[in-house]
């Protein structure tokens, strides 16, 4: 019997509790014949009218010291104190598994060096992507291929605002109350909209992708709370949406371009179709081509079945540490902000003559505000699309076109 702890019962931590609980007979089955039991739920609140309350501690060190518990699940939320407690089960010799993006993306190198010091395993499907099976595929599946490129949907607060811009005419802030009236926007939705959260999730697959560290602070990051009700029907004038996108490419000297940013996504894409709360994640290989990624990427029971299957692969590894893992890079891997180039969609109150002047060649959007002119630029860097949109009257907004 594999007796396991959930750390934190919220959302995710009840779903995981449900799933073990519900499911024993198949995850027993999946875990190679051995039943797994959760033996404690930590959590700070009382739950006297839980029919399992016996299970509940206050005290970390009940888990801790207790040397039946094998695998906990860290559905906290948040750097502390998850990360003391993650480190100090490792070096305890229990395995770990999280849904938890901000703690991967921070402390994910050392916690990882550490679950391979200590023979036990820290996994994280559920940090991005909620229920999309994302982690493993690219750690085991796609492991034959260089990945040229990853460029996805990772938030659903967004897209879900965006998606009611797009199909229900809603202005910005209509959307924002509208998601946080159905809970799928926290009171403080700054994490999302502000593009910090879908930023932690890219950092997370690019090291993983890369096999080296690649700090979240150093990937430039723009939320859509600029994006108003115009930019989106002139996107739909060029048969588009605008996604908030978390995008990295891998360049042939090994430096890694990475941005979060809302780009404008030419409805021929497969990303420009997903809707509502929903996530999707390209992949490109240099084998594979492009592979998609498409689901829930939050939500009680699809995040909690991700935490549940890192805590079936920890049973069945219970004796060997998985070789998933990332390393500090030597020397900066960060490309510069002009290695890769965008064509981009700018809105402004100049004239087409003065434009063609300044950018050359580009390509004019039918008029939907009076006064104003639409276009879109050849691919350039960004510091020549700055240069140039300076040099125009009243840069409404200017939006990068993903390619």
Same mark, same amino acid.
């Given at each position: 019997?594999?007796?396991?702890?959930?750390?934190?019962?919220?959302?995710?931590?009840?779903?995981?509790?449900?799933?073990?609980?519900?499911?024993?007979?198949?995850?027993?089955?999946?875990?190679?014949?051995?039943?797994?039991?959760?033996?404690?739920?930590?959590?700070?609140?009382?739950?006297?009218?839980?029919?399992?309350?016996?299970?509940?501690?206050?005290?970390?060190?009940?888990?801790?010291?207790?040397?039946?518990?094998?695998?906990?699940?860290?559905?906290?939320?948040?750097?502390?104190?998850?990360?003391?407690?993650?480190?100090?089960?490792?070096?305890?010799?229990?395995?770990?598994?999280?849904?938890?993006?901000?703690?991967?993306?921070?402390?994910?190198?050392?916690?990882?060096?550490?679950?391979?010091?200590?023979?036990?395993?820290?996994?994280?499907?559920?940090?991005?992507?909620?229920?999309?099976?994302?982690?493993?595929?690219?750690?085991?599946?796609?492991?034959?291929?260089?990945?040229?490129?990853?460029?996805?949907?990772?938030?659903?607060?967004?897209?879900?605002?965006?998606?009611?811009?797009?199909?229900?005419?809603?202005?910005?802030?209509?959307?924002?109350?509208?998601?946080?009236?159905?809970?799928?926007?926290?009171?403080?939705?700054?994490?999302?909209?502000?593009?910090?959260?879908?930023?932690?999730?890219?950092?997370?697959?690019?090291?993983?992708?890369?096999?080296?560290?690649?700090?979240?602070?150093?990937?430039?990051?723009?939320?859509?709370?600029?994006?108003?009700?115009? #930019? $989106?029907?002139? *996107?739909?004038?060029?048969?588009?949406?605008? /996604?908030? +996108?978390?995008?990295? !490419?891998?360049? %042939?000297?090994?430096?890694?371009?990475?941005?979060?940013?809302?780009?404008?996504?030419?409805?021929?894409?497969?990303?420009?179709?997903?809707?509502?709360?929903?996530?999707?994640?390209?992949?490109?290989?240099?084998?594979?081509?492009?592979?998609?990624?498409?689901?829930?990427?939050?939500?009680?029971?699809?995040?909690?079945?991700?935490?549940?299957? #890192? $805590?079936?692969? *920890?049973?069945?590894?219970?004796?060997?540490? /998985?070789? +998933?893992?990332?390393? !500090?890079?030597? %020397?900066?891997?960060?490309?510069?902000?002009?290695?890769?180039?965008?064509?981009?969609?700018?809105?402004?109150?100049?004239?087409?003559?003065?434009?063609?002047?300044?950018?050359?060649?580009?390509?004019?959007?039918?008029?939907?505000?009076?006064?104003?002119?639409?276009?879109?630029?050849?691919?350039?860097?960004?510091?020549?699309?700055?240069?140039?949109?300076?040099?125009?009257?009243?840069?409404?907004?200017?939006?990068?076109?993903?390619?």
């Amino acid at each position: 019997m594999a007796k396991a702890a959930i750390m934190g019962y919220g959302t995710v931590g009840s779903g995981v509790y449900e799933i073990i609980k519900n499911n024993a007979e198949k995850l027993k089955k999946n875990a190679n014949g051995e039943p797994i039991e959760t033996k404690y739920i930590l959590d700070i609140r009382d739950f006297p009218d839980h029919k399992e309350k016996h299970l509940f501690t206050k005290d970390f060190n009940d888990i801790l010291n207790d040397s039946e518990v094998s695998v906990v699940a860290e559905v906290m939320g948040g750097l502390h104190p998850a990360y003391e407690f993650t480190k100090s089960l490792l070096e305890s010799g229990k395995s770990v598994v999280t849904s938890n993006k901000e703690l991967v993306a921070t402390y994910g190198t050392e916690l990882l060096a550490l679950a391979r010091e200590k023979n036990v395993n820290y996994f994280f499907e559920a940090s991005v992507g909620g229920g999309i099976p994302i982690i493993r595929p690219m750690h085991q599946c796609l492991t034959a291929n260089n990945i040229i490129r990853i460029a996805g949907i990772l938030n659903g607060t967004t897209n879900y605002i965006l998606n009611q811009m797009i199909k229900s005419g809603q202005t910005f802030d209509a959307a924002l109350k509208d998601a946080q009236a159905k809970g799928f926007a926290e009171r403080n939705p700054a994490a999302d909209i502000e593009g910090h959260d879908a930023c932690r999730k890219i950092a997370i697959l690019t090291s993983l992708a890369s096999g080296l560290t690649v700090d979240y602070n150093d990937i430039e990051t723009k939320g859509i709370t600029d994006i108003t009700l115009d #930019d $989106v029907n002139y *996107a739909a004038q060029m048969d588009a949406v605008i /996604k908030l +996108i978390g995008f990295a !490419e891998f360049q %042939e000297d090994g430096k890694i371009y990475s941005i979060v940013s809302p780009m404008v996504v030419k409805n021929d894409s497969p990303l420009s179709g997903v809707d509502g709360v929903m996530n999707a994640i390209m992949v490109t290989g240099d084998c594979v081509g492009n592979v998609m990624f498409y689901g829930a990427g939050a939500g009680k029971l699809p995040t909690a079945s991700a935490v549940v299957a #890192d $805590v079936v692969d *920890a049973v069945k590894h219970i004796e060997r540490s /998985k070789k +998933i893992m990332w390393v !500090e890079p030597k %020397e900066n891997i960060m490309a510069n902000s002009d290695s890769k180039k965008f064509a981009y969609f700018i809105r402004t109150t100049d004239n087409a003559e003065n434009i063609r002047g300044i950018f050359g060649k580009c390509e004019f959007v039918d008029n939907i505000v009076s006064g104003e002119s639409a276009f879109v630029t050849e691919p350039m860097s960004q510091s020549d699309a700055e240069e140039k949109s300076g040099k125009l009257k009243d840069v409404v907004s200017m939006i990068k076109v993903l390619d």
